[in-house]
Each structure stands twice: as C-alpha cells, then as structure tokens.
C-alpha cells in the first residue's frame, strides 16, 4: 500500500494519539502548529515535518499566509487529507481543502460544526428541538425576538468553543448595552433563549456517514457555569440501558445524520429542560472533545477516541473496512479544578477506582472507573468535597481556552 501523507492542523497542542496512530498506521504525517506549541510534548517520533504560524492572537492565523504556505507545501509534497485537531482549526482545514481540492469536509459543512447561528439554522430546519433563537443583524429582529421570549437570555459568540465568551443577561436595556459593546463584531453573535436544566453531552465516531460509537455522559457542572462562576469540572457516563443513554442517542442520530458528517470523530451537547423534561439541541463539533472527555469515554468503554479517528481516517484514506475496537462496558468519572498549588498533593483522592490522575500544573485532575454508577457519583461527590476545602482556586475566564 502506497504511504499517504496528512497535514494535521493545530492551533494548540491537541491529538498527541491521533498523530502516532496515524504513523503507526504507516502514514506520513505532517504538522502545522501555532509557535506557541513548540516547545510542547508533540510525538516527535511520529511527525515527518512541522511548520510554524504565528498568531494574530490566540489560536487565530493569518488565512492568506496560511494558504499561501500551504501553495508552496504542495509544490513538491503531494497531500492526501487535511485534519483539524482543535474545535479552532475547523474552519483552517475546511479553507485549506476547499482551496486545493482535497477530499473531506468544506467550507458549507463545517459551518453546521462551529457556526451556532449556522447550527441553529439547520436543526431548526431538520424539526430538531432547541432554544429559540435570533440573528442580531438586524435591530428591528432584536427587538422582535425580545418583546417576544422572556429573559433570561444568552449572547453568544458563533465561533467559539465550548461556554468561552456566552454572557447572560437579564433585561432589554442590558442586552442593548452589551450588544452596542461588540462594535463591528456583532455579526459574530447570536442571542438564544436560556434554558434551565441538565447539561448532556455524547462523543460518537462516524465512518462512511454511520454511527458506529457512542459514549452519554452528563455534566454534573456545566460548563458554562464553571467557565463563568469558577468551581469544579464534573462529568459522569451514563448506562446504555438509562431512559437518558437511549434519548441522547436518537437525538445525537439526527442531530449528525442532519448535519451530514460523513467520517471522524463529534462531540455533542444537549440540556434536558427543567421545565419540560424535552431534550434541546445545544452544540455539536467534528472533533474530540476537550477538558478531558477522551480520559472519561476511555475510561468506561477502552476506546482511545483519537486512536479510533485515526483509524476512521486511514480507513477512508484506503477505501477499506473500519472496524471499531471492542468497547467495555464499565461507568466513568470525571473531575477537574484550578488549584492554589502547581504540583497538589492528590494521595488524599487515591482510590481502586482511580483510573488515572491527570498530570495538569495549578490543578487537580481525577479520572475514575467503576462497574457500579453508583460508585462514580459517591466518589465524584468525595472528590469535590476534599477539593473544596483543601485545594480550589478561582480565577475569572480567559477570553479563550489555553490548552
């Protein structure tokens, strides 16, 4: 079999398994990173080339240079695919092969992944359920949308990744001052009715436009609380047997069958609404999913969801089978928080069920596994109670994530 070459985009340091699986699988790989990443613990051993961009501010490139770079690449390298590794990248490769014609998602696609406006557009096209919404081009649409659904609302950035940037706002009159704040970046927002409930979330893999994985999960801390408030991080699986394992699952089905995913690796977000139980659309992403969630999923199922891409990758690069690795069926933990302490002592957290601590400066970071759900959510609940009283530390939200 000839070898194929990737060119694997990052604008932080993500995908360290992806990277190696894809050399594994006798790929050459090529890396193009931000230059704040090189000094990170990249799999050297796997990466046949690298190349640097500098950032216009964080984890945003200069798109001419890098299509320009990428003309020159092209020159004497013949390049078979372009991955995105970070939610921020999707819209580089999706440039990248458009501009060049490279098999794999565009530039119309990847909006459904990372443009929430866009997102909101096509669920509510394809009868899926989520918060109302409005555009805010438009003053007169604004005042509509207001007059029309009760506050609380969110302002939400389109673009970003994960609760970065979402502010909540209670009146008319603040929402007017927030929204003449953004300037000439207020095309870059939406405004979406805030729904009080339980925060979901389900990492799935797709190949040849079939789902042949999916790991539910509940937040037991939202992310948009912990983004905004501070606290502890906190997830916990769900059993594929649960009333909310089955709902999540047919949802998150027509969430990317809608969307037209074709092959990778999701990561998608629903609420259960407290009011009327029915299951909203939040966000969805052609990705892996972050703070952690690949530690949790591997965890309670054995499946490296970057390995499993990688493989999704290679199968398609090759036009052959992909058959997924046998998952496991256990329950997972996850808990992560700032801490006042670079290296904090964790031996007060160790447990049988402790799957792995997470080697992370100024945090504490906890993986568990159990065959009991039970167990996860007395030793989630232990964790954040010795936590609270011997290590936390808030700061206020960074305009955008650092790792």
């Known amino acids: 079999m000839k070898e194929k070459t990737i ?7 993500k995908g360290y398994d992806f990277i190696d699986e894809m050399k594994k699988l006798g790929n050459r790989v090529i890396l193009i990173v931000s230059e704040s990443t090189k000094e990170k613990n990249w799999p050297w051993h796997a990466i046949d080339e690298v190349y640097y961009m500098p950032e216009v501010e964080p984890s945003v490139w200069n798109l001419d240079h890098l299509v320009q770079g990428f003309s020159y690449l092209l020159k004497g390298t013949k390049i078979d695919r372009v991955i995105a590794l970070d939610d921020y990248d999707v ?8 501009s060049f014609r490279i098999p794999g998602m565009g ?3 990847q909006r459904y992944f990372r443009d929430k406006l866009a997102m909101r557009q096509m669920a509510k096209d394809s009868y899926i359920d989520i918060p109302q919404f409005s555009s805010i ?11 029309k659904i009760a ?3 969110v302002l939400k950035p389109r673009s970003e990744a994960s609760a970065t ?6 009146t008319k009159e603040e929402l007017w001052i927030a929204i003449e704040n953004l300037g000439d970046k207020r095309f870059h ?6 729904k009080p409930g339980d925060v979901f979330h389900v990492d799935s893999l797709v190949y040849d436009s079939e789902i042949c994985f999916v790991s539910a999960s509940q937040y037991l801390s939202p992310p948009m609380e912990v983004s905004h408030d501070g606290g502890i991080f906190r997830s916990k699986t769900l059993g594929k047997k649960s009333p909310e394992f089955i709902a999540l699952e047919e949802a998150n089905k027509k969430v990317l069958k809608s969307f037209g995913l074709k092959h990778g690796a999701t990561h998608t977000e629903f609420i259960r609404g ?15 999913g972050g703070a952690h969630i690949p530690d949790l999923v591997e965890a309670s199922t054995g499946i490296n969801l970057w390995r499993e891409w990688a493989r999704i990758e290679n199968a398609w690069l090759n036009d052959t089978p992909y058959q997924l690795t046998k998952p496991t069926d256990l329950y997972g933990g996850l808990i992560i928080c700032l801490s006042r302490d670079k290296n904090p002592d964790c031996k007060e957290f160790e447990a049988p069920e402790v799957y792995k601590f997470l080697p992370m400066d100024y945090h504490v970071g906890l993986v568990y596994q159990s065959d009991k759900s039970e167990r996860i959510k007395e030793l989630l609940d232990d964790a954040a109670m010795k936590i609270n009283d011997h290590h936390l530390s808030i700061m206020p939200p960074k305009s955008k994530p650092t790792s």
Do not use: H, M
């Open 151 to 153: 506050p609380p609302w």
């Open 189 to 194: 927002f939406l405004l979406e009715s805030f």
């Open 137 to 147: 081009f438009n003053d007169e649409t604004v005042n509509e949308f207001v007059d």
């Open 91 to 98: 819209e580089k490769a999706a440039l990248l092969r458009e």
């Open 165 to 170: 940037g979402i502010v909540k706002i209670k």
């Open 107 to 109: 530039q119309t696609t």
């Open 274 to 288: 407290k009011e009327d139980g029915k299951w909203y659309f939040l966000e969805t992403s052609s990705r892996v």
């Open 7 to 13: 060119v694997c985009i990052s604008c932080y340091y």
